[in-house]
Nanobody
Framework: VQLQASGGGLVQAGGSLRLSCAAS????????VGWYRQAPGKQRELVAR???????DYADSVKGRFTISRDIAKNTVDLQMSSLKPDDTAVYYC?????????WGQGTLVTVSS
């Protein structure tokens, strides 16, 4: 499974960004797909994930602000981020869990200025 993330950038607090992850080699519908992030000096943490049946999990810190979605036809997984805060600044990674292992895309940097 190959994952290609895009959509990061610089945004002011309160703004929005949409990250997209294009998957190849395996359909996203049959995988657990998600977004993680890693801020400087911190461990990588789960932001949001979607299970094969469509149910979702979110970190408490992003509930109500972020939405994960997938497009089965395009084989993509998106993360819509709204009401961004400086604490959301991090490198964001898309992830797929398939065949009993994790697959990672390259990170995309999101910087939220105050």
């Amino acid at each position: 499974v190959q994952l290609q993330a895009s959509g990061g950038g610089l945004v002011q607090a309160g703004g929005s960004l949409r990250l997209s992850c294009a998957a190849s080699g395996s359909p996203v519908r049959g995988s657990i797909v998600g977004w993680y992030r890693q801020a400087p000096g911190k461990q990588r943490e789960l932001v949001a994930r979607m299970y094969g049946g469509g149910s979702t999990d979110y970190a408490d810190s992003v509930k109500g602000r972020f939405t994960i979605s997938r497009d089965i036809a395009k084989n993509t997984v998106d993360l819509q981020m709204s009401s961004l805060k400086p604490d959301d600044t991090a490198v964001y990674y898309c992830n797929a869990f398939k065949y009993g292992r994790d697959f990672w895309g390259q990170g995309t940097l999101v910087t939220v200025s105050s």
